[in-house]
């Protein structure tokens, strides 16, 4: 007879394969580190690009509007930002949606953007892929403002009046 609590040989074969999977998993992503076989980019080169004409035009106490993503190029100058994720704003406490929707209706080039700029006074626009991609640009729009500089896809414009 088996002792009072002891496992059945099911358990046993059980509890063997299981960590066999898990050692084998384990193993799997030791593999792709070694291997390079799979990275995690945050800023790709285009990005790194946009960042350096970002620092070379913008004056360190610049507020660069972009898109309000996690990986902004803005985010590599020490460049202020007029907003940052969303979602870690708004986990600080900080009611972002009117200033989303805000920055939304600026690179639409709606009615008030012009408006948006001297409130939130704004001193330069960076239009990107991310931007063209998250938001709807409205190209037209930023031809008013002096383009400081340009890189492949992406356009650094002095939105400010002075």
């Given at each position: 007879?088996?002792?009072?609590?002891?496992?059945?040989?099911?358990?046993?074969?059980a509890t063997a394969g299981l960590t066999l999977l898990l050692t084998a998993a384990g193993m799997l992503d030791v593999?792709?580190?070694?291997?390079?076989?799979?990275?995690?980019?945050?800023?790709?080169?285009?990005?790194?690009?946009?960042?350096e004409l970002i620092r070379r035009y913008c004056p360190p106490r610049a507020l660069v509007l972009h898109a309000p993503?996690?990986?902004?190029?803005?985010?590599?100058?020490?460049?202020?930002?007029?907003?940052?994720?969303?979602?870690?704003?708004?986990?600080?406490?900080?009611?972002?949606?009117?200033?989303?929707?805000?920055?939304?209706?600026?690179?639409?080039?709606?009615?008030?953007?012009?408006?948006?700029?001297?409130?939130?006074?704004?001193?330069?626009?960076?239009?990107?892929?991310?931007?063209?991609?998250?938001?709807?640009?409205?190209?037209?729009?930023?031809?008013?403002?002096?383009?400081?500089?340009?890189?492949?896809?992406?356009?650094?414009?002095?939105?400010?009046?002075?």
């Amino acid at each position: 007879a088996r002792p009072f609590g002891a496992p059945k040989a099911g358990a046993k074969i059980a509890t063997a394969g299981l960590t066999l999977l898990l050692t084998a998993a384990g193993m799997l992503d030791v593999w792709r580190v070694v291997s390079r076989s799979s990275e995690w980019a945050v800023f790709d080169k285009d990005a790194v690009h946009c960042a350096e004409l970002i620092r070379r035009y913008c004056p360190p106490r610049a507020l660069v509007l972009h898109a309000p993503v996690n990986n902004a190029p803005v985010y590599l100058t020490g460049r202020r930002s007029l907003l940052s994720v969303t979602f870690m704003a708004w986990a600080h406490g900080l009611g972002v949606s009117s200033r989303e929707h805000d920055i939304s209706r600026i690179y639409a080039g709606g009615p008030d953007a012009v408006a948006l700029i001297k409130r939130y006074g704004i001193d330069y626009a960076m239009v990107g892929p991310t931007e063209r991609q998250r938001l709807a640009v409205n190209n037209a729009f930023f031809t008013r403002y002096k383009k400081v500089a340009e890189t492949d896809g992406c356009q650094l414009y002095k939105v400010a009046a002075h």
